[in-house]
Every structure is written in structure tokens, then in C-alpha cells.
């Protein structure tokens, strides 16, 4: 079944075949979807829909209220884990110093936390693909949203080159988190 509405457009062309590399993708048509990467193979997904997008906005809202000053949280950043791994995720916490230096593309050890949000579309590719790929990344922190359990917040700290098993926190119930940096939130103050 389809999640977004038909378009009128003519199909695209894309201007390599695979596997693509990240240089591929800056040749890309910019036809509104986001393409990603993993291992060479595109990941294609729409924009993010409206409630997907403030669900988004108010985990930046109750990250915001505990960043130290030294850090900062940015949404949609380009990531280029390698030449054929790249990503966007939902959100990031980086340092505050790299915003104005690191141009187009963030890299792996500029990230102390990177969050996706689900969707139905991406609800495998999130818990699986990318909770690979970000230990691989040797990202210290990652966030799993899925609004659809209420909303629930997983948390994957790295254990040497691997995630451990994610502390799962359930709407109603508040995570007392250490990294990045303290903080305490319930995962109700996600919904949209």
C-alpha cells in the first residue's frame, strides 16, 4: 500500500547504477525524497509526514532543555559514515564548535547521539539496519522513537563495538538518562 499521495512527476533517472557511493548521491535529483545509503544499496523514503515532523520538534524541545551550552541538537544533518554508508537522520546531538566548520556532510565521531523516529515505512530499517550501523559508526548514544507504542524510547549505549540490549522506556514512565548529558523525560512528551 502506498504512503504518500501519487505524484504527476515523470519517473526520475538516476545518474549511476549500483552500488551508489556517497559522491553518487550529490549528483542526485533533488525530487523531495531522501535517499540514504547502507553498504551501497539506496534507501529511498519520503519527506517526513506532518505528526512524524512535530513528534520530532518536541523531542528537539525536551533535548534542548537539558543540552549543556557546549553542545547543540540538529535535525536532518548529513552523515557520511563511510564512502558507501550515509544517512539523515531525525536528529543529532553535536558539538555546539562544528556547526560553522563542518560544511556539507557531519561524520561519525562528530556525533554523541543520533535519534531516528519510526514510521511504518521505516520501522525494520531503524531497528535493525541502522542500530547496525551506527555501532559500526562507534556512535556513543542511539535513540529509537516509535510513536506507535505509546510513544516508547529506546536507548542503545555502545558496548565496545556493539550496542547492549536497548533500555526500553514506555509513555507514563521517566528515563533518567546520563547520555550525551543528564536527563530525565518521559516519552509521552513526544506525541504529536
Request: proline share 12%.
Amino acid at each position: 500500500m502506498a504512503t504518500i499521495e501519487p505524484s504527476t512527476k515523470r519517473a526520475v533517472v538516476l545518474p549511476t547504477a549500483p552500488p551508489y557511493t556517497v559522491d553518487d548521491l550529490l549528483k542526485f535529483p533533488d525530487d523531495g525524497n531522501r535517499y540514504e545509503l547502507v553498504n551501497g544499496s539506496l534507501l529511498v523514503s519520503p519527506a517526513p509526514s506532518p505528526p512524524h515532523q512535530l513528534m520530532i520538534t518536541n523531542i528537539i524541545v525536551a533535548l534542548q532543555r537539558a543540552v549543556p551550552p557546549h553542545l547543540t541538537t540538529l535535525s536532518t544533518v548529513n552523515l557520511r559514515i563511510s564512502d558507501k554508508d550515509y544517512y539523515i537522520p531525525d536528529i543529532v546531538v553535536v558539538p555546539r564548535k562544528l556547526v560553522d566548520t563542518v560544511g556539507l556532510m557531519f561524520g561519525p565521531d562528530d556525533l554523541l547521539l543520533a535519534v531516528e523516529v519510526g514510521s511504518p515505512s521505516t520501522k525494520m530499517r531503524d531497528e535493525a539496519v541502522k542500530t547496525l550501523g551506527y555501532a559500526q559508526a562507534r556512535v556513543p548514544v542511539y535513540w529509537r522513537v516509535e510513536p506507535d507504542e505509546g510513544p516508547a524510547l529506546y536507548v542503545y549505549e555502545l558496548d565496545g563495538d556493539a550496542y547492549g540490549p536497548p533500555a526500553v522506556y514506555k509513555a507514563g514512565s521517566v528515563a533518567e538518562l546520563s547520555r550525551p548529558f543528564p536527563l530525565a523525560v518521559d516519552p509521552a512528551a513526544f506525541a504529536a
